[in-house]
């Protein structure tokens, strides 16, 4: 039974840093590339960032390059999500999600993944 379990999520101010975790169980996890995906308060979800099977290449959306940082520790069966120079427009429930070997394009689309995990919570306030 594959689990994908994120944590670190909370409240922070604007201009603040959190560092999300998000914990895999049950599959090969260096065989998977990891994505995280937000969703806002009556929005869609969006693509946030991922990073391939081993760790080689990264994507990220427009909105978050430069300020986020994704990495993976295949000996740890983890994927991180480092977020700094937070903003009020970054508040959503994060979650990270596994997909198996996928890469460009698909790696950026919800629709390429095969587990999710079942969301961290992140709020930054003005």
Known sequence: QVQ????????VQAGGSLRLSCA??????????????????GKEREFVTAINWSGSSTYYADS???????????????AYLQMRSLK???TALY?????FALGSPRISQ????????QGTKVTVSS
Do not use: H
Not at 26 to 40: D, E, I, K, N, P
Not at 110 to 117: A, M, P, R
């Open 4 to 11: 994908l379990v994120e944590s670190g999520g909370g409240l």
């Open 24 to 41: 895999a169980s049950g599959l090969t996890f260096s065989s998977y590339s990891m994505g995280w995906f937000r969703q806002a308060p």
């Open 64 to 78: 978050v390059k430069g300020r986020f940082t994704i990495s993976r520790d295949n000996t740890k069966n983890t």
């Open 88 to 90: 009020p427009e970054d």
């Open 95 to 99: 979650y990270c999600a596994a997909g």
């Open 110 to 117: 919800g629709g390429g993944y095969d587990y999710w995990g």
